[in-house]
C-alpha cells in the first residue's frame, strides 16, 4: 500500500509549500487538489460536465493562480457532483507508487480517510492574508476580504466542508517560517514512517 499524506487547511495556510517541500524531501508525489477546482471554475460553462471531463493537461493551465480563479474554484466546488466526479481521480493518484503527497480541503476527511499522515494547516487571517497579497503583488486588505470569503464558503458547504478530520495532526504556521513549518512537517512523516 503506498504511503499517502494529506495536507488539508484553509487557502494561503502555507500547505501547498508543506506540501511540496514534503513530497521532494521524501521523494513522493505531489497533487494539488485546488488546481482541479481552480481548472473546472476558469473553463466556464456547466461545472458538472467540465469536471466529468478533466484531463490532466488542464491543470498546466496558465491563469490558475489568480485571485479570481480561487473564487470560481470555491464556487464550483459547492457543487456536490463536481465533487463526486473528481473522487476517482484523486484517489488514484494516491494509488501509485512511490507514494503521494495531496493537499486540499478534504483529503483526510473524504478523499483519503486512510491517509498514513494527516496534517491540518492554520495560520491567522492576517498573515494568511498578508502572504497572498505578497505573493500576488496586491493589496493585503483587500485579499483578507476576499479569504474570508472563501473560507466562508469553503466551511459553511454541505459536500465535503473545510474541517479536519478527527485524527489530523494540526499545524498552526502563523508564528513560524517556512523553513520551520516544513521541519515539523517532515518530523510527523518520519514518525508516521518509524
Ligand atoms: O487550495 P486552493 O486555494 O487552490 O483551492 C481553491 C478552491 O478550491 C478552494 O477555495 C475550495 C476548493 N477546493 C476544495 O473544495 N477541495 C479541495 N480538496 C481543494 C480545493
Known amino acids: 500500500m503506498p504511503f499517502t499524506i494529506a495536507i488539508d487547511g484553509p487557502a494561503a495556510s502555507g500547505k501547498g509549500t508543506i506540501s511540496r517541500a514534503i513530497s521532494a ?11 482541479l477546482y481552480r481548472a473546472i471554475g476558469a473553463m ?13 493537461q488542464d491543470l498546466d493551465r496558465p491563469d490558475l493562480r489568480t485571485a479570481e480563479a480561487g473564487q470560481a474554484a470555491s464556487r464550483v ?18 494509488l501509485e507508487e512511490p507514494g503521494a503527497v ?9 478523499i483519503c480517510p486512510d491517509a498514513r499522515v494527516k496534517l491540518y494547516v492554520i495560520a491567522s487571517d492576517e498573515v494568511r492574508a498578508a502572504r497572498r497579497a505578497a505573493e500576488l503583488g496586491a493589496d493585503p486588505a483587500q485579499m ?21 478530520a478527527p485524527d489530523a495532526v494540526m499545524l498552526d504556521t502563523s ?18 514512517r518509524g
Open 102 to 110: 495531496l493537499d486540499g480541503r478534504d483529503i483526510g476527511s473524504v
Open 77 to 94: 466546488a459547492v457543487i456536490p457532483e463536481v465533487r463526486a466526479a473528481l473522487v476517482d481521480f484523486q484517489r488514484r493518484f494516491a
Open 25 to 35: 524531501h521524501f521523494g513522493f508525489r505531489h497533487l494539488d487538489t485546488g488546481l
Open 144 to 164: 483578507l476580504i476576499e479569504l474570508q470569503e472563501r473560507d466562508r464558503r469553503d466551511s459553511e458547504r454541505a459536500a465535503a466542508p473545510l474541517r479536519p
Open 175 to 192: 508564528a513560524l517560517t517556512i523553513d520551520q513549518a516544513v521541519e515539523r512537517a517532515i518530523a510527523e512523516v518520519a514518525r508516521a
Open 44 to 56: 466556464g460553462g456547466d461545472p458538472i460536465a467540465a469536471a466529468r471531463a478533466l484531463v490532466p
